[in-house]
T-cell receptor, first 116, second 111 residues
Framework: EAGVVQSPRYKIIEKKQPVAFWCNPISGHNTLYWYRQNLGQGPELLIRYENEEAVDDSQLPKDRFSAERLKGVDSTLKIQPAELGDSAVYLC??????????????FGPGTRLLVL | RKEVEQDPGPFNVPEGATVAFNCTYSNSASQSFFWYRQDCRKEPKLLMSVYSSGNEDGRFTAQLNRASQYISLLIRDSKLSDSATYLCVVNLRNQGGKLIFGQGTELSVKP
């Protein structure tokens, strides 16, 4: 079974440029998560989708970050404009339960973003 | 104060050593508890869930003390392949699977 797929794996951009990340969750997983992981830290949740609905976006910096999950499968996360402090690894995860509480979250390999 | 705090690393141990990682959490609404493993430049992967009664998986033993809001992971007979960062993770009740990660503790097992 294919795991969570993310692209690109690496991205280098100049500050103030836009950037987008794509995630394809495990087939059949209705819950999708975007996390940001800074160097030396654990991942922090940015947004959680149940199907196509964003049910928790409380930690998404909405002035520059946006996300969508049209049709409840693939998802994109966008930053516009990027700032130096956005350099991090952006991880996508998915799980199979709408409740989400006890189902294992499977992570993709992440996109490493470097903003210069 | 961070919601989940772990021992600062790194831990450098010889092969065959026993090593213990400690973790505390501050939110009493924490419902489920996990240890994830993250290899260098890789994604986190679930190592094991942690139950109130304690649980063991081979060389790995996890313990939970709800009264003290404390979680531990014990690795016996360390292998070179155990070298990784170990992340303590809690799931908050009624927040639909939101995982709160600790900052991780790096383990390096040397020959």
């Amino acid at each position: 079974e294919a795991g969570v797929v993310q692209s690109p794996r690496y991205k280098i951009i100049e500050k103030k440029q836009p950037v987008a990340f794509w995630c394809n969750p495990i087939s059949g997983h209705n819950t999708l998560y975007w996390y940001r992981q800074n160097l030396g830290q654990g991942p922090e949740l940015l947004i959680r989708y149940e199907n196509e609905e964003a049910v928790d976006d409380s930690q998404l910096p909405k002035d520059r970050f946006s996300a969508e999950r049209l049709k409840g499968v693939d998802s994109t996360l966008k930053i516009q404009p990027a700032e130096l402090g956005d350099s991090a690894v952006y991880l996508c995860a998915s799980s199979s339960s709408l409740a989400g509480a006890m189902e294992t979250q499977y992570f993709g390999p992440g996109t490493r973003l470097l903003v210069l | 104060r961070k919601e989940v705090e772990q021992d600062p690393g790194p831990f450098n141990v010889p092969e065959g050593a026993t090593v213990a990682f400690n973790c505390t959490y501050s939110n009493s609404a924490s419902q489920s508890f996990f240890w994830y493993r993250q290899d260098c430049r890789k994604e986190p992967k679930l190592l094991m869930s942690v139950y109130s009664s304690g649980n063991e998986d081979g060389r790995f033993t996890a313990q939970l003390n709800r009264a003290s809001q404390y979680i531990s992971l014990l690795i016996r007979d360390s292998k070179l392949s155990d070298s990784a960062t170990y992340l303590c993770v809690v799931n908050l009740r009624n927040q639909g699977g939101k995982l709160i990660f600790g900052q991780g503790t790096e383990l390096s097992v040397k020959p």
